[in-house]
């Protein structure tokens, strides 16, 4: 069993629609949970990360998590062409102290 | 914000040369560096911790002798590949954690050996 899951995509969303994309961990013990975009040959950038159960939003963004089920999802809110990238889920803690393991992204495409 | 710089871009070269991709964390101390590789179209695998002072952690099935890490200051991380062949082709990243759990990215390095 992978580590991070995440569908590969891609996820096709017409512009001005919400995105959801999601992600699931084994670790459960993992501790914080990050969500990253990577366009294409670029490296990630950070979107958003969560610690807690719940709710988190930032601006057009919010990260959900549910550590019962062991599960984070992000969802984009008025989406945008510009928001069509690869979006990484990323955990850490647990068993893993330091590192970060990263899902295999998934694919957004967001057409105008 | 916290930046993370990462020398060179890109670069081409023979088989059996040595190449090294400079990391450093231009405006503020990063004790930890991190360094991952990408295939095209797969995730970020760890290779190694950086650490400042001491000796990289490996990740199973890096060779450490083959990826050399050096982290001399507590603003630069370097990656050596040496001897470096075709299936060594890909996309290097460094990261640096800043405050709090963020962990920074440099702008990657693509490696293709010819």
């Known amino acids: 069993q992978k580590e991070v899951e995440q569908n590969s995509g891609p996820l096709s969303v017409p512009e001005g629609a919400i995105a959801s994309l999601n992600c699931t961990y084994s670790?459960?013990?993992?501790?914080?949970f990050f969500w990253y975009r990577q366009y294409s040959g670029k490296s990630p950038e950070l979107i958003m990360f969560?610690?807690?159960?719940g709710d988190k939003e930032d601006g057009r963004f919010t990260a959900q998590l549910n550590k019962a089920s062991q599960y984070v999802s992000l969802l984009i809110r008025d989406s945008q062409p510009s928001d069509s990238a690869t979006y990484l889920c990323?955990?850490?803690?647990?068993?893993?102290?330091?590192?970060?393991?990263f899902g295999t992204g998934t694919r957004l495409l967001v057409s105008p | 914000g916290a930046v993370v710089s990462q020398h060179p871009s890109r670069v081409i070269c023979k088989s059996g040369t040595s190449v090294k991709i400079e990391c450093r964390s231009l405006?503020?101390?990063?004790?930890?560096m991190f360094w991952y590789r990408q295939f095209p179209k797969k995730s970020l695998m760890l290779m190694a911790t950086?650490?400042?002072?001491?000796?990289?952690?490996?990740e199973q099935g890096v060779e450490k002798d083959k990826f050399l890490i050096n982290h001399a200051s507590l603003t630069l991380s370097t990656l050596t590949v040496t001897s470096a062949h075709p299936e060594d082709s890909s996309f290097y990243i460094c990261?640096?954690?800043?405050?709090?759990?963020?962990?920074?990215f440099g702008s990657g390095t693509q490696l293709s050996v010819l």
């Open positions: 990261s640096a954690r800043g405050v709090g759990e963020k962990l920074f």
């Open positions: 670790d459960r013990g993992s501790q914080s």
């Open positions: 969560i610690y807690s159960n």
């Open positions: 990323a955990v850490k803690g647990g068993t893993g102290f330091q590192k970060l393991v």
């Open positions: 405006d503020f101390q990063a004790t930890t």
């Open positions: 950086s650490n400042e002072g001491s000796k990289a952690t490996y």
